[in-house]
Nanobody
Framework: DVQLQASGGGLVQPGGALRLSCATS????????ISWFRQAPGKEREWVSA?????????YYADSVKGRFTISRDYAKNTVYLQMNSLKPEDTATYYC??????????????????WGQGTQVTVSS
């Protein structure tokens, strides 16, 4: 069975940091693109970041998180991490990891992903 298990969310003050984890199993970790998406109440789902496979991981970020978030892979653990620094209240959302093999042009399109984790809540508030 394909599994993606997101964890690491919580409540943090503005300016703080969290590290999300997406533990995976049941598919080719090396051969898959793993992305993080987020969705805040009343808002559409938003792509956050991706790590793309092939010849060493290549990473991509939404403009809203560039310079603050870092995505990485641990091939030994089949796990993807999202290090989130300098968190802002507008980062508050449920964060989901997803796997697929999207062309670069659709890497931010949720419809390009096959499987999704269950989500982990991130709340940035004082």
């Amino acid at each position: 069975d394909v599994q993606l298990q997101a964890s690491g969310g919580g409540l943090v003050q503005p300016g703080g940091a969290l590290r999300l984890s997406c533990a995976t199993s049941g598919f080719s970790f090396r051969g898959s693109t793993i992305s993080w998406f987020r969705q805040a109440p009343g808002k559409e789902r938003e792509w956050v970041s991706a790590t793309r496979s092939g010849g060493g991981s290549v990473t991509y970020y939404a403009d809203s998180v560039k310079g603050r978030f870092t995505i990485s892979r641990d091939y030994a653990k089949n796990t993807v991490y999202l290090q989130m620094n300098s968190l802002k209240p507008e980062d508050t959302a449920t964060y989901y990891c997803a796997r697929g093999r999207p062309p670069l042009g659709t890497i931010a399109d949720g419809a390009s992903y096959y499987d999704w984790g269950q989500g982990t809540q991130v709340t940035v508030s004082s």
